[in-house]
């Protein structure tokens, strides 16, 4: 916290859906933070909550989410997954939602998340596509929000998603977490006009919105999922932010130097200020909110870590093939 208790008056009362936001914004940093601890080959979110949590937090338990690698957690958490089952993916835990198998990032499919079914980038547009369509096809208001990196936005299986979703409109919400990095090369370098350019092509809305703030990207997204429940089509939304970290965990990042722009726009201050200027919470709550989640991960990470490691004899062929 940057703010001290004593530097803003405390109000009679918290707003509830103030402290909700900003506790699935302190959600996804500690869990984070303990991740990448853990596991040197994890993907951080650190500088990049305020997408995330905006662009997923406003969905109905029956949408679909479709999130980036970066930091999926969250949004699985929002719909009611177990923190310490998917901590316990990412050690390789037979416990874990993937049973310690293939890559980290997928969820519980009952819990409406779009699984991942390759390990390449842009393949979770077209499966995130294709769930828009079964809801279209089945004829109910149901909307699916996919979020995706600027280094994705160059895959071909983005463009083939977005252009088959505007021309048969269905009922999906695309959105670059755009941090400025596609693992170690700019974004300048490949995307020169941005990626919300793109959206008059395919013949869609577009929006850029700034991707540190938690209300900017829930307002532009949420506009967004109403125009696709109405039958308008998908969207295509922008969201630019920052890349504290490297593209994983142990990345040294010798090609890029940190500027003061960055650390300045941190979303979870950004946020916090803005509640106590507004008198919607005090520092003290905000803090106490940061002390629960910081048990809430230790006690997941200490559970998952006294889990057994996922062996060769549970790799066997009962999940590779549909029953």
């Not at 506790?23 to 994890?42: F, G, I, K, Q, T």
Request: net charge negative; with cysteine.
């Amino acid at each position: 916290m940057f703010v001290s208790p004593s530097a803003v008056e405390a109000p009679s009362h918290a707003s509830t859906e103030a402290l909700r936001v900003y506790r699935w914004l302190v959600v996804s940093r500690e869990l984070d933070a303990a991740l990448c601890a853990a596991n040197p080959r994890w993907f951080p979110i650190e500088g990049e909550e305020a997408t995330v949590v905006g662009s997923f937090i406003d969905l109905r338990p029956d949408d679909a989410a479709a999130p980036h690698y970066r930091d999926p957690f969250v949004v699985y958490l929002m719909r009611g997954a177990e923190m310490w089952r998917l901590a316990a993916q990412v050690l390789g835990k037979a416990a874990g939602y993937n049973k310690g198998r293939s890559v980290p990032f997928n969820g519980p499919v009952e819990l409406g998340i779009v699984p991942w079914v390759a390990g390449d980038l842009g393949t979770t547009l077209g499966t995130a596509t294709g769930a828009a369509l079964g809801f279209q096809q089945e004829g109910s208001d149901r909307v699916c929000v996919c979020t995706f990196g600027d280094g994705t936005a160059n895959r071909g299986d983005t463009h083939e998603a977005m252009n088959l979703a505007a021309a048969w409109r269905l009922p999906i919400v695309y959105v670059c977490q755009n941090n400025g990095w596609a693992i170690s090369q700019p974004a300048p370098s490949y995307l020169p006009a941005g990626v919300a350019a793109r959206a008059a092509g395919y013949g869609m809305p577009g929006a850029c919105v700034d991707g540190n703030d938690v209300d900017a990207v829930r307002a532009e997204v949420g506009t967004a999922v109403a125009r696709a429940r109405d039958g308008g089509g998908p969207s295509l939304i922008e969201a630019r932010t920052w890349r504290w970290r490297g593209h994983w965990a142990a990345d040294a990042q010798s090609y890029r130097d940190h500027c003061a722009e960055e650390l300045a726009e941190d979303p979870l201050d950004l946020y916090a200020y803005r509640l106590l200027v507004r008198g919607a919470c005090s520092a003290q709550e905000l803090q106490r909110v940061h002390d629960e989640v910081g048990r809430e991960v230790a006690a997941a990470l200490e559970r998952a870590v006294a889990e057994p490691n996922a062996g060769p004899g549970e790799l066997g062929f009962e999940d590779v093939f549909a029953p």
